[in-house]
Structures are given as structure tokens and as C-alpha cells.
């Protein structure tokens, strides 16, 4: 069946650190590519997408993620993250043809001040 | 992008009842879809919301525990019927146009609670 991986359920990081979240899917064709996500209280919000060209891809907010498609990978990455990037994230996937998000189960990130 | 408006925000409600859910959208939208967010879990799919016809349910979700309605492209409710506590979670609604390639919009959920 279809799947999203995402494996660290949960990081804490200090401010400034680097960050990289991983994103592995389970599906032989093409794919479109998303990180969402929901800062506390507040609703899902896209961060970035993927769905052809360059496979580096830029966010809002300094992120963004590399879709290595050999590794079935799609990992988040931001250089130096803030106290405001505590948040839950979620990678999810849309096989070409379908409508459908198949959602991972999130990562809940926790900055340190 | 579509701006979500759903209510309630969080209810507690008791086993066995039925609990109705509203989402509004501020445009026309080709695309609703409904979402469960369990603790701990990812969001998974219940069911699509098409208009003047009946939702399309996917694997593990039935129209009878879980009625959708789709009056117009702007409004739709998911009911969640005969409550236990295993329905305890958050509830999403979602819009956004066909096949999802600019993302989609997802309201600020319903938590409930059953008690």
C-alpha cells in the first residue's frame, strides 16, 4: 500500500541549529511532493511543494526540500531555525492521477530559546 | 487562496449521540474533502464531498456512521453518528482545486471530545 514515513516523530533543537526532517514515500510512479505545516493553534498551512524541475525546492519561511526520487525521498531542511518554528510537520504525497493526499504522521519540532 | 470557516471549534459530547459539522468556504471550490486527525497519528482520508451527489467513503469509513452533505460549492457538513469514545479527534475539512498541485486549504478542525 501506499505510505508517507516520516521518522523522527519528535526533535527539539536550540535555536540557530540546522534542521533536517525526513520524508520517505512508498510509490513506484510519479508523485507530487508537499510540506505543510501547523504552528500551534492554527490550521495546516503548505510550506512547499514539488511537482516537476529543479528537485530542490524553496518555502516560505527559509525552508525547503530536496526530492531525490532514487531514495523515494523528499526530506525538509532550514539552515538556522527560530524559536518560531516550533510546529508540527507533515510531509505528504500525491500520486500523479489522484486527487488524494497520502499524509505522514508529522513531526513535532520544539525550538529552544 | 479559499478561506475555511468551520464550526464548531471543539465540542464535548455525550456516547451515542450525533454531532453535525460545518465547513464554509469564503469561494466555489471543486474539492472538499473531510479528515481525521487521531492523537498521536496522521491525517487520514474519510471521505470526498461532491456536490448533489453522495461523498465518496474510503476504506473504513461508512456513509452511516459518517453522513456527508454537499449542498453547493461553497458549503459542506460531516455528522459523525452514534458516538463512542473512539471517535474522540479532530476533525479537518479541506478544499482546494483538482488534483491538488497548488495544495490544498484545510480549515482550523473540530476537536471532539466523547465522553
Known amino acids: 500500500a501506499q505510505s508517507v514515513s516520516q521518522h523522527n516523530h519528535h526533535v527539539i533543537l536550540s535555536e540557530a541549529a540546522s534542521l533536517e526532517l525526513g520524508c520517505n514515500y512508498s510509490?513506484?510512479?510519479?508523485?507530487?511532493l508537499f510540506w505543510y505545516v501547523q504552528y500551534p493553534g492554527q490550521h495546516l498551512q503548505l510550506l512547499l511543494k514539488?511537482?516537476?524541475?529543479?528537485?530542490l525546492v524553496k518555502g516560505i519561511k527559509g525552508f525547503e526540500a530536496e526530492f531525490i526520487k532514487s531514495k523515494f525521498s523528499f526530506n525538509l531542511r532550514k539552515p538556522s531555525v527560530q524559536w518560531s518554528d516550533t510546529a508540527e510537520y507533515f510531509c505528504?504525497?500525491?500520486?500523479?492521477?489522484?486527487?488524494?493526499?497520502?499524509f505522514g504522521t508529522g513531526t513535532r519540532l520544539k525550538v529552544l530559546a | 487562496s479559499a478561506v475555511i470557516s468551520q464550526k464548531p471549534s471543539r465540542d464535548i459530547c455525550q456516547r451515542g449521540t450525533s454531532l453535525t459539522i460545518q465547513c464554509q468556504v469564503d469561494?466555489?471550490?471543486?474539492?472538499m474533502f473531510w479528515y481525521r486527525q487521531q492523537p498521536g497519528q496522521s491525517l487520514t482520508l474519510i471521505a470526498t464531498?461532491?456536490?448533489?451527489?453522495?461523498?465518496?467513503?474510503e476504506s473504513g469509513f461508512v456513509i452511516d456512521k459518517f453522513p456527508i452533505s454537499r449542498p453547493n460549492l461553497t458549503f459542506s457538513t460531516l455528522t459523525v453518528s452514534n458516538m463512542s469514545p473512539e471517535d474522540s479527534s479532530i476533525y479537518l475539512c479541506?478544499?482546494?482545486?483538482?488534483?491538488?498541485?497548488?495544495?490544498?486549504?484545510f480549515g482550523s478542525g473540530t476537536r471532539l471530545t466523547v465522553v
Open positions: 479541506s478544499v482546494g482545486e483538482l488534483a491538488g498541485i497548488d495544495g490544498y486549504t
Open positions: 510509490y513506484g510512479g510519479t508523485v507530487n
Open positions: 514539488y511537482f516537476s524541475g529543479d528537485p
Open positions: 505528504a504525497v500525491i500520486p500523479l492521477g489522484t486527487y488524494k493526499y497520502i
Open positions: 469561494s466555489q471550490v471543486t474539492m
Open positions: 464531498a461532491n456536490q448533489g451527489s453522495e461523498a465518496t467513503y
